[in-house]
Every structure is written in C-alpha cells, then in structure tokens.
T-cell receptor, first 109, second 113 residues
Framework: GQQVMQIPQYQHVQEGEDFTTYCNSS?????IQWYKQRPGGHPVFLIQ?????EVKKQKRLTFQFGEAKKNSSLHITATQTTDVGTYFC?????????FGKGITLSVRP | EPEVTQTPSHQVTQMGQEVILRCVPI?????FYWYRQILGQKVEFLVS????????KSEIFDDQFSVERPDGSNFTLKIRSTKLEDSAMYFC???????????FGPGTRLTVL
C-alpha cells in the first residue's frame, strides 16, 4: 500500500521564522492531503493537491505537490504561536487516507 | 457549520468486553470512515463505508471489528472482545465523495483495562 514519510517528527522555531516541512513517497500518489491536529484535538483538513506541480496558498501557508507526484511540501511564512500543532500529510486513494507520522511544530514567542 | 459528532467522548472498559462507538456523520455526506490514533502516534485507517457496505479495510480491522449504519444518521464501530492494545483515540470521519476532504469528529478515547 501507499506510505508517506515525514521527517523530522518535531521542529521548534522562533515566532516570525519561516517553516518548511516535506512529505515523501516512494510511489506516485493520486492525491495528497494535509491536516493539522492541535494538542488534544482532531485532524482538521487544510488542503488537497491533485495535479503534478500544483501550488496552493492559504494566507501564510503554501502547499506544493511535486512534479512526479511523489512528494509534497508545506511552507509557513512568519510563524505565529497559533501555528503550533502536528501537521500530517496523507495519501488519498481508494476511499482511504494513509497518514504520515506528522511533524509537531512548536513556536517560541 | 455542520460537524461530525461522536459519543461517548471517553469509554473505559475491561479487557474482553464489547464496546460500541457511535458517530453521526455530516448529513449529506456519503462516505464514512473510522480511524484510530494510539497516543502520540500517527492516525491509522481502519475502514471506509459507502452505500451500506465496507469499501476498504486495513489489516487492523480484523474479525473483532464491525461497522454498521443502523439508521439514516448513525454510524457505529463495534469491537467484540477488547484487548489492551485497542486503547486509543478513535476518530470517525465523513466526506461527500471518495478521496475528497474528510471531516473528522472529536474522537472517542477508549481505555481498555
């Protein structure tokens, strides 16, 4: 089955710094979704990428799907304390999501 | 804004007992899912459900697990004989179409003693 890798699992940044994280697969993905989970909360959908090379922006968040559809990135510009949480990528196919291990972002004020 | 609801929020049970976790998906959604998340770990897919039957299930979803849509609104996950390793947060989710964004409920924390 599809697997997606997210490394590292933790990252600490100073408020105002930019943050980038990656999601990698050894196989071509039909689509990739990103979710955010706050501590004690549930996954909340952020974005879905379907097309090769696709770039989508949501305010300070920029998502990209690789040309080969094997990797994806999430970039946060000028992090804020409200950005803390765990960001998961998930490969979507055949009516299921396969989640990566996630990256937990902490932001020092 | 419509949301997925789950009950109970926390369930404590003895090993070997049966539990039923309940979910009410968003009303116009057609696909329903169960996931679990062991504390501090990733979210793991259990099963997807469409048109009153299972679409896909993972290796975790063995004979001890079953799902049902007993009426037009509820979607349940039953674990027949719970094991210690079933302790986890169980999330229900729903989506309008297959492979679309999924809306997750707040989860049920299952503790097996």
């Amino acid at each position: 089955g599809q697997q997606v890798m997210q490394i590292p699992q933790y990252q600490h940044v100073q408020e105002g710094e930019d943050f980038t994280t990656y999601c990698n697969s050894s196989t071509t993905l039909s689509n990739i979704q990103w979710y955010k989970q706050r501590p004690g909360g549930h996954p909340v959908f952020l974005i879905q990428l379907v097309k090769s090379g696709e770039v989508k922006k949501q305010k300070r968040l920029t998502f990209q799907f690789g040309e080969a559809k094997k990797n994806s990135s999430l970039h946060i510009t000028a992090t804020q304390t409200t950005d803390v949480g765990t960001y998961f990528c998930a490969a979507g196919a055949n009516s299921k999501l396969t989640f990566g291990k996630g990256i937990t972002l902490s932001v020092r004020p | 804004e419509p949301e997925v609801t789950q009950t109970p929020s926390h369930q404590v049970t003895q090993m070997g007992q049966e539990v039923i976790l309940r979910c009410v998906p968003i009303s116009n959604h057609l696909y329903f899912y169960w996931y679990r998340q062991i504390l501090g770990q990733k979210v793991e897919f259990l099963v997807s459900f469409y048109n009153n039957e299972i679409s896909e299930k993972s290796e975790i979803f063995d004979d001890q697990f079953s799902v049902e849509r007993p009426d037009g609104s509820n979607f349940t996950l039953k674990i027949r004989s719970t094991k210690l390793e079933d302790s986890a947060m169980y999330f229900c989710a729903s989506s309008t179409l297959r492979d679309n964004e999924q809306f997750f409920g707040p989860g049920t924390r299952l503790t097996v003693l």
